[in-house]
Nanobody, 127 residues
Framework: QVQLVESGGGLVQAGGSLRLSCAASGRTFSNYAMGWFRQAPGKEREFVAGISWSGGSSYHADSVKGRFTISRDNAKNTVYLQMNSLKPEDTAVYYC????????????????????WGQGTQVTVSS
């Protein structure tokens, strides 16, 4: 099993930036593809970004493309989500997710693609 702990959320004004971190423990982090999802009040959880365990492939949802960037540091067992030009509609609880994958370039884009989830971190963007 792998345990995931998110951090870095908070309150920010529209146009501002935040960097979320997700620290993993328990298994060999470098064998896990990672993803970020978010859930706004009254809405379903949605995919934000995913990255392969090699770090060589990534995918971002259209709603965040050009503003958010997913990255990872396998030496630190951590995946990041850099969020720039934040909008009020980005307000949500952000979740980190992981799945063990043999294919080094696999990127999951759906909830069903992931086996492990963190507890989430709140991001609030004020207008």
């Amino acid at each position: 099993q792998v345990q995931l702990v998110e951090s870095g959320g908070g309150l920010v004004q529209a146009g501002g930036s935040l960097r979320l971190s997700c620290a993993a423990s328990g298994r060999t982090f470098s064998n896990y593809a990672m993803g970020w999802f978010r859930q706004a009040p009254g809405k379903e959880r949605e995919f934000v970004a995913g990255i392969s365990w090699s770090g060589g492939s990534s995918y971002h949802a259209d709603s965040v493309k050009g503003r958010f960037t997913i990255s990872r540091d396998n030496a630190k067992n951590t995946v990041y989500l850099q969020m720039n030009s934040l909008k009020p509609e980005d307000t949500a609880v952000y979740y980190c997710a992981a799945v063990r994958m043999f294919h080094s370039e696999y990127v999951g884009i759906g909830e069903v693609d992931y086996d492990y989830w963190g507890q989430g971190t709140q991001v609030t963007v004020s207008s």
